[in-house]
Each structure stands twice: as structure tokens, then as C-alpha cells.
């Protein structure tokens, strides 16, 4: 890059707040632009962060703040609906990442963004962009606008910024399962430190950890018909979601219901929807990034750590680059490969939630300690130990590694 450029990043939750870190130390004038009124300190509940999306907050120098804060994951206990051991997944001695409540790292990039004096603006609903010559215009139902040189979608699963460039884009896929969950505690409920449990319900998907101060994060997944969005879910009342709720565990063992019946707090409920692949990423003046481009579900918990790396090797290929359609290709071909092999392998864990039938759940359990032991011996590395080194530049590649 030759000279200083107004960038526009359309969204701020965790890939936007990153990618305008990184495009500042890139030489860029970064501007952050986020729909919601402020930030939502329940939005998403919580995420793992993986040891490759540390690296990257490692490079912005929050890396430790999330450390301390988080809950460190090391070993996945997995058990079925009798409470049967089925076996676990992990490596006791090395964390493969940590558990952060989403609004606790969306506020520790925002607190950085502040202290580098990036502006970020809440309240901006993107409304529709315009292209011309070397200059693209934002446009907010406000009615204010922007104009920067370039600009980056960050704006989620439904982006509107993709709709809005790519409008022949394949819309996202929902899997067949919501998710739904909160924060609780249980008097007596030992923590169990590095370790995250899991349970195949005998009629949904149970997950659960215990942190040192007692408080507990859980989630759950149910399967549902149709294509359901996150408004709807939000419209059913709380004392039905409870009801529901209690009904899917109530066969199930301790402390499932405890732990259900001990959130003071609203359940919070969404729909899991993924995108595998989308052959075009970018415009010449437009590039997207994160969930916007290639949402990845949660059973990987990868999703967060993705939209981090994007964040670093965008801003590296804009640095790196004579033209800044040239960066956005270049990041398209550094990073498609990766990401479609994460999305397709959360998925295939997604696919295993879904047993209920007595037939199903006799294979899942004879098969489960099988698949385990050899995913143990396996090594994940491709995943957790993707290199994130800014200082190093970044050439034309074949494949989805960045030197």
C-alpha cells in the first residue's frame, strides 16, 4: 500500500473492532460502523476462543486480558442420557483455547479500538453502498453517510453488506438445530477446572462448565423444522422457552434441571445456520470477512478465532499489496481453503447432536468412545496452530497458509 487509506468496516463485534486494529497498524484510517444502539452485554452468550484466535489477540496485545477472564479449555467429557461415560476428547496438560462471554472480548477490542483512537459509531443500521470511481459511499437509515476508499463487511451471518454486493450470493444454511442457554449457579456444583461437560440428552444436546468462582455457562441444542430466525425465537415468551426447556431434560440426569432452573436471567435462544462456500468474497472497492462470508457453526467453536484471523491477514494483504483489489484477492486465496475445511468439519460434529431414535442413539453410543479415541490420537494442529506472525509478509499462494 502506498499511501493512507480510509477504510469503512461495517460491523462491531469481534471481526470489525479487530480488523480496524490491524488495518491501522497497516497505515489506514479505520472507521467502525455498528447497527446495534450499544453494545449487548448478554449478545451471544459466550464463545471459545481458540489457541489460533489467542495468537491473534496476542498480536493486538489483549491476549492475557481474555486469559484471566475466560475459562481455559483443555478436556470435553461426553455422556449420554443414563449418564453413561462415553469417553472424552482433549489433552489435560495443553489448553486448546478459552471460554469467554462473547461481551467481554467484544468490550476488550472495543476498549482498545478507544485507547489507538479508532471511532467507532453505534446506532449506524447500514441501509446500502455506492461505488464510484476510487470512492464507495456507506448509507445509514439516519440518513447519514460516509465515503472511504475501501470498505470491509463484518456485519454477521445475514450481513447486509453481502446482500448489498453480492446479491446473487447462496444465502446461509440452517443446520436443523437452535441453541439456546445462559448463566447459572447450583449451591453444591464443584467447579471442574479445564474441563467442559457434555450430554447427549435423551431428547436434546446438553453442554455445561463450571468456573472457580461457581458460576456456570451452559447451552443446549434442539432440532427444529423450518428455517427459523433469531427475531422469532426472541418473540417466544420466557415462561414457554422455560417450559420447553425443562421438558427436553426432564428424563435426563443431575444437575441438567439444576442447572436450567438456577439462570435468574432471560434464556437466550438462536438459530444455527452455516455457510460453506461462496465462490466470490469481494468487489474492487468491497471485501467481506468473518460470519459475513463464511459463518461457521459452534460446535467447533471456531467461529470467533476465524473472524480474528481474517482480520489479521486482510490487513497484512492491504499492507502488502500495490492495489487494494489485488489485497482482497490475495486474502480470498489465503483463506477459502481454510475456512470451508473448519465449516465442513463443524458440521459433521453438528450432524452427531441430532440422534433421538432408540436406533440412532444405540450406533451414537457404541461409535462415540470409538470416534473419540481416534480423534485423540489425531492431531488438530491444522486447526489451533494456523500461524498468525504480522511481521511477516504475506506472498501470492497456492493453498491456505500465510508466511
Known amino acids: 500500500m502506498k499511501f493512507m487509506k480510509k477504510a469503512l468496516i461495517i460491523g462491531g463485534g469481534v471481526a470489525g473492532p479487530a480488523a480496524a486494529l490491524f488495518l491501522k497498524r497497516a497505515g489506514c484510517l479505520p472507521e467502525v460502523f455498528e447497527a446495534e444502539e450499544e453494545p449487548n452485554p448478554y449478545g451471544g452468550l459466550f464463545l471459545n476462543v481458540g489457541r489460533n484466535g489467542l495468537g491473534v489477540l496476542d498480536e493486538l496485545g489483549v491476549g492475557e486480558a481474555i486469559r484471566e477472564s475466560g475459562f481455559e479449555m483443555r478436556v470435553m467429557s461426553f455422556r449420554n442420557g443414563a449418564g453413561k461415560q462415553l469417553g472424552a476428547i482433549g489433552d489435560p496438560h495443553k489448553p486448546h483455547g478459552v471460554t469467554v462471554k462473547r461481551s467481554l472480548l467484544q468490550q476488550v477490542l472495543l476498549e482498545q479500538t478507544e485507547r489507538e483512537n479508532i471511532p467507532v459509531s453505534f446506532g449506524k443500521k447500514l441501509t446500502g453502498i455506492e461505488r464510484s470511481g476510487n470512492e464507495i459511499t456507506a448509507y445509514f437509515h439516519d440518513g447519514s453517510s460516509t465515503t472511504g476508499d475501501f470498505l470491509i463487511g463484518c456485519d454477521g451471518i445475514h450481513s447486509r453488506v453481502r446482500k448489498e454486493l453480492l446479491p446473487d450470493a447462496a444465502p446461509p444454511s440452517f443446520t436443523g438445530l437452535i441453541s439456546f442457554g445462559g448463566f447459572s449457579r447450583v449451591q453444591g456444583l464443584a467447579p471442574e477446572p479445564g474441563v467442559q461437560n457434555m450430554v447427549f440428552g435423551k431428547r436434546a444436546f446438553f453442554g455445561y462448565l463450571v468456573k472457580e468462582d461457581g458460576e456456570i455457562y451452559w447451552f443446549g441444542n434442539m432440532s427444529m423444522n423450518g428455517t427459523p430466525t433469531r427475531k422469532s425465537l426472541q418473540s417466544i415468551p420466557e415462561a414457554q422457552w422455560r417450559k420447553t426447556i425443562d421438558d427436553l ?70 499492507r ?14 489465503l483463506r477459502k481453503e481454510r475456512v470451508e475445511r473448519i465449516v465442513r468439519y463443524s458440521r459433521s460434529i453438528g450432524q ?50 500465510v508466511c
Not at 453410543?365 to 470409538?370: A, I
Not at 489451533?384 to 511481521?391: G, L, S
Request: with cysteine.
Open 320 to 333: 502488502d499489496s500495490e492495489h487494494i483489489h489485488q489485497a482482497f484477492a490475495l486474502f480470498q486465496q
Open 352 to 401: 452427531r447432536k441430532h440422534a433421538t431414535s432408540p436406533v440412532q442413539v444405540f450406533f451414537r453410543d457404541l461409535m462415540l468412545p470409538q470416534f473419540l479415541k481416534a480423534s485423540n490420537k489425531q492431531s488438530l494442529s491444522w486447526m489451533y496452530d494456523y500461524p498468525v506472525r504480522w511481521n511477516e509478509k504475506v506472498s501470492q499462494l497456492n493453498g491456505g497458509s
Open 249 to 318: 431434560y426432564s428424563d435426563d440426569p443431575a444437575p441438567i434441571l439444576d442447572i436450567i432452573q438456577g439462570t435468574d436471567a432471560n434464556i437466550n435462544a438462536y438459530p444455527i445456520y452455516d455457510m460453506l462456500t461462496q465462490p466470490v468474497w469481494h468487489t474492487n472497492r468491497a471485501v467481506l470477512i468473518g460470519d459475513a462470508i463464511h459463518a461457521v457453526s459452534p460446535n467447533a467453536g471456531q467461529g470467533a478465532s476465524l473472524a480474528l484471523e481474517d482480520a489479521l491477514v486482510l490487513a497484512k494483504c492491504v
